[in-house]
């Protein structure tokens, strides 16, 4: 017989060619709400500290196993749409992995859909942007359904029967995704289907038709034909739709509620055509669909579609903030985590000068957004309380609309690139599906376009602007709070306020004009409530000129390590 010699590595099985080193550690265990120092802070000061405890056990939660993978599992098994049974009836599902309903039932179990409309606490959309931004550490995918459901409420008060019969079905905290009537189970998830195909930020070019079934009005029943190319969400219980009325002369967009299972327990003719082959998450569907005659009843006044479902849009819109801060602290946990465990030419990545310098501006970056994201959860708190006050155009309701606007289109047009350099700070490994990075950088660019992209959010704070010209007032006595606290930013304010000079050219400089908006704010809630090392250097870079037109780019004289200290997962 042969014998077969071994090489002598004493001590290694022959299977053994190296030893693994030099790799970070999982990082499972930590406690994502309580280890985001930026977002800990703001919450205490928008008014919300009531909340820490609970933010901090859904941190604890969600940064455990195997809630860890949840994210990665409803991605790598994306939903599958069956149009029809075996025997060949039309149903009209989309299969999930039992990942996204966890992730759902996450969401809901929470109350991310509904604290604001139901608890007792003051600022309670405060507290829920913490806890928004800690669930989303898991996966943005199932955030979607959750926005709309959150969302949708304001919208359905306008008419109020219909209130009366969903809101407690939307605010419910059991998560159900049967196939039957939400009266059935109690509960109810809520989408939204303006967008055509010939046309999404105009929503007014509109061709799905809605025919009265018996004489129309506010509330009445609706028959509605048509189609609709983005719907998210498609096994939601309800849609707000966007149709036009065929009984206005001439027809008017007009706010319906669709069921998709009717309350006898039949499907309703909203016939799901394809799933979207998308860039962002896979976990969630997004769906184009055709309404063959669907049933649907009318929310709010015939022909006032587009100001009813804007309520809808508006919260929708913060959510695309709070959402895009949490993804570059995904960013920032990913990438300074990695750089503090990896040694390159003969140093740990975060002791590297250069590479501090990225890691603290992509620290800078994803508090300066934390920050934004927070304090337009807090102008939802007080413009509610004054709308309930029966205040109409308040300091806070005209900060709201404004800063929304202006804090959309900011935030959401830096993420892609944070996400990008993000990666690039794990290398190749960055690179690679495992590490979560491509998710993240797949959807940054999502939030941008969803609800209003960027030039629609630039015209929309002009249209803001015009409505009402004390939201420009209002906005800047927000940013002069900090007046005389640090000459560049007084210097960024006294310009931003030049700029509004010359009406004529003000849409064609509108990209800028809300870029210097939201960096004065951000700018202002720095100065006014980070560490000096944080104001500072967003001072220097994104006011002052000293930075680059890349992340990595602060002024030598910056605190790398006090700013990275605040932002990094002590593991
Ligand atoms: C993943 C995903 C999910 C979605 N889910 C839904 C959903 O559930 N429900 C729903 O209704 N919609 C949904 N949408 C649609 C989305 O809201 C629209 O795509 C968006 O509003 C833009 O509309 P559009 O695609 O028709 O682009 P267009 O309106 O054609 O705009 C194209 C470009 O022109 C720009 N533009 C438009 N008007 C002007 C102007 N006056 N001046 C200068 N520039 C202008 C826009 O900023 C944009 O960059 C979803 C989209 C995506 C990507």
């Not at 300066?368 to 927070?374: F, G, K, R, V």
């Amino acid at each position: 017989m042969a014998t077969v010699s071994h090489p002598t590595s004493a001590g290694s099985a022959p299977w053994q060619t190296h030893e693994v080193f030099n790799q970070a550690p999982p990082l499972v265990g930590v406690d994502v709400f309580a280890s985001n120092l930026p977002l800990v802070e703001a919450v205490e000061r928008e008014g919300a500290g009531w909340a820490s405890e609970r933010a901090s056990a859904l941190g604890r939660f969600v940064g455990g196993d195997p809630q860890q993978s949840w994210g990665r599992l409803a991605n790598e098994n994306r939903p599958i749409l069956r149009t029809h049974d075996r025997y060949g009836h039309r149903i009209d599902e989309v299969e999930f992995h039992p990942a996204w309903h966890q992730l759902m039932r996450m969401g809901v179990e929470h109350e991310l859909h509904s604290l604001p409309w139901t608890s007792e606490e003051p600022f309670a959309h405060t507290a829920r942007a913490a806890m928004y931004m800690t669930a989303m550490q898991a996966e943005a995918g199932f955030a979607c359904p959750i926005t709309m459901t959150f969302a949708v409420v304001p919208a359905l008060r306008a008419q109020p029967e219909l209130a009366a019969e969903w809101e407690p079905l939307i605010t419910a905290t059991t998560y159900d995704p049967r196939s039957v009537p939400a009266a059935e189970k109690g509960s109810a998830i809520a989408g939204m289907a303006m967008t055509e195909k010939q046309g999404g930020s105009d929503v007014r070019a509109n061709t799905t038709l809605a025919r009265p079934l018996n004489g129309g009005g506010a509330g009445a029943e609706y028959e509605l034909t048509g189609h609709k190319w983005f719907c998210s969400a498609p096994m939601s219980d309800l849609f707000l739709v966007l149709a036009q009325t065929a009984d206005l002369d001439p027809p008017a967009l007009s706010c319906f509620l669709l069921p998709r299972i009717l309350p006898d327990g039949s499907r309703n003719a909203f016939h799901i055509q394809r799933l979207k082959d998308k860039l962002g998450n896979h976990s969630n569907a997004s769906s184009e669909i055709e309404l063959h005659a669907a049933w649907a009843r009318m929310v709010g006044e015939p022909g006032r579609g587009v100001p009813t479902i804007i309520e809808m849009v508006g919260h929708t819109r913060l959510d695309c903030v709070i959402g895009t801060a949490a993804g570059m602290r995904a960013g920032v946990v990913g990438a300074t985590h990695h750089a503090a465990h990896r040694s390159a030419f003969g140093k740990k990545l975060i002791d590297q000068p250069l590479m501090r310098n990225v890691l603290a501006d992509l620290c800078l970056e994803s508090e300066a957004t934390t920050a934004l994201a927070m304090r337009l959860a807090r102008a939802y708190d007080e413009a509610h309380s004054d709308a309930e006050e029966g205040k109409d155009s308040s300091d806070a309701q005209l900060f709201k609309r404004l800063a929304t606007a202006v804090g959309k289109y900011w935030t959401c047009k830096r993420a892609p690139n944070h996400a990008f350099e993000s990666l690039e700070c794990l290398g190749g490994a960055g690179y690679v599906e495992e590490s979560g990075m491509p998710r993240l950088y797949r959807e940054a660019p999502l939030a941008s376009i969803w609800e209003g992209s960027g030039n629609v959010m630039s015209l929309d704070v002009l249209r803001a602007l015009t409505r009402s010209p004390r939201s420009l007032e209002v906005f800047i006595a927000e940013v002069e709070e900090t007046v005389g606290a640090d000459r560049r930013l007084d210097v960024s304010i006294a310009k931003l306020k030049e700029q509004f000079a010359d009406p004529v050219t003000l849409e064609t400089r509108a990209r800028r004009v809300v870029e210097s908006m939201a960096l004065c704010l951000q700018g202002s809630l720095l100065v006014r409530n980070a560490p000096a090392a944080v104001a500072d250097a967003f001072c220097a870079s994104r006011l002052d000129g000293d930075g680059g037109l890349e992340y990595g780019t602060l002024p030598s004289g910056s605190d790398f390590e006090g700013i990275i200290a605040r932002s990094r997962p002590q593991v």
